[in-house]
């Protein structure tokens, strides 16, 4: 039967916004969290976050979106946090755009773009680094070769 919703046929896993998951997540498929997430994500696609998550999340891709995220973020392509965003923990990824604030440490492959509006309290280590007017960066920058 043809979904309306969901043409493409993807599942996915949601914590809707008025959930609290006490445990660790483990799915193959993307995940969106809305609600609350008290435990360890591993995610084997992206991960979009839009509500709090305290533990560690491991994921193709992520998203945070007007998030809150107390731990580690390790992503293998793409991190991404919009000005509404705060994350404490350190980043792992292949490529990071940050509106946000993180507090940590950023280790990323590629490039990472820091926007006019982010605050980055920790070091930054990359191939690339674009930091934009008006970014506030408290940590050092080292560019990998």
């Given at each position: ?13 949601v914590i809707s916004k008025s959930t609290t998951v006490r445990g660790n ?21 992206r991960a979009a976050v839009t509500g709090k998550v305290e533990g560690n ?48 440490n950023m280790k990323i492959a590629n490039e990472v773009e820091v926007g ?30």
């Amino acid at each position: 039967m043809f979904d309306y919703d969901n043409p493409s046929g993807i599942n996915y896993t949601v914590i809707s916004k008025s959930t609290t998951v006490r445990g660790n997540i483990k799915t193959a498929d993307p995940i969106k969290v809305s609600g609350r997430v008290i435990g360890d994500i591993d995610c084997e696609k992206r991960a979009a976050v839009t509500g709090k998550v305290e533990g560690n999340i491991g994921s193709e891709n992520f998203v945070a979106s007007n998030a809150a995220v107390k731990g580690n973020i390790d992503c293998h392509d793409q991190f991404s946090a919009d000005e509404d965003s705060a994350i404490i923990g350190d980043v792992t990824a292949g490529a990071a755009t940050v509106e946000g604030r993180v507090k940590g440490n950023m280790k990323i492959a590629n490039e990472v773009e820091v926007g006019s509006t982010a605050v980055i309290v920790g070091d930054i280590s990359a191939s690339n680094i674009e930091v934009k007017k008006g970014a506030r960066v408290s940590g050092t920058l080292q560019i990998d070769h």
